[in-house]
């Protein structure tokens, strides 16, 4: 996994995933059906292992696993963000959970989004971001726009969605138009 430092928001720690955070709970949102209905996540079963399996996966890559931690200690850790990062071309892929579902609608997927939109950005010298969800993820739709990604034309696709298929909306964002706008945070 890329070292990273903690990136602070106003109300969030984003910290390098680690051991403290690989707990039942963890586990838990990712066998929550609704938690995980947009994502490819709902296929697969979770255990300790083949999260820790997978937190794992990040050693030695340039890729960054992070938890999104409320500063709130009554609340903790709500969900994870990851950047799959290809230094060749400057880019990463970003994914969000958000897991913990008493957090949801509160603006902490939107405050993660950007910040580590930023942190990319400013710290590690990425000049393109991207990211996918089905269009029917209205919530994840919400913060890719918020941060100022659009439509990435060169990408088109299709998933299924409760049996039927629906389009898959990939969106991108470069570092010039995103630094651009400083109004976001």
Not at 25 to 44: A, I, N, P, T
Not at 135 to 154: C, F, K
Request: charged content about 25%.
């Amino acid at each position: 996994m890329a070292n990273s430092s903690v990136i602070d928001t106003e109300r969030l720690r984003i910290e390098p995933f680690s051991s403290e955070h690989l707990t039942e709970r963890y586990v838990g949102w990712l066998s929550d059906q609704e938690v995980v209905k947009f994502s490819e996540q709902r296929y697969v079963k979770h255990t300790l292992d083949s999260c820790r399996a997978y937190w794992y996966s990040f050693s030695g890559t340039p890729n960054f696993f992070w938890a999104l931690v409320v500063k709130d200690s009554e609340i903790g850790h709500v969900g994870n963000v990851t950047a799959y990062v290809d230094r060749s071309r400057s880019s990463a892929d970003l994914g969000i959970l958000v897991g913990e579902r008493r957090v949801w609608n509160k603006g902490y997927g939107r405050e993660a989004w950007l910040a580590v939109c930023r942190y990319l950005f400013e710290r590690e010298d990425i000049s393109r971001i991207t990211a996918g969800t089905l269009v029917v993820n209205q919530a994840m739709l919400g913060i890719m726009r918020s941060a100022g990604m659009v439509r990435d034309e060169q990408r088109n696709g299709k998933s299924l969605y409760q049996g039927a298929e629906v389009d898959f909306y990939y969106g991108v964002l470069n570092r010039a138009s995103f630094l651009s706008e400083d109004d976001r945070l």
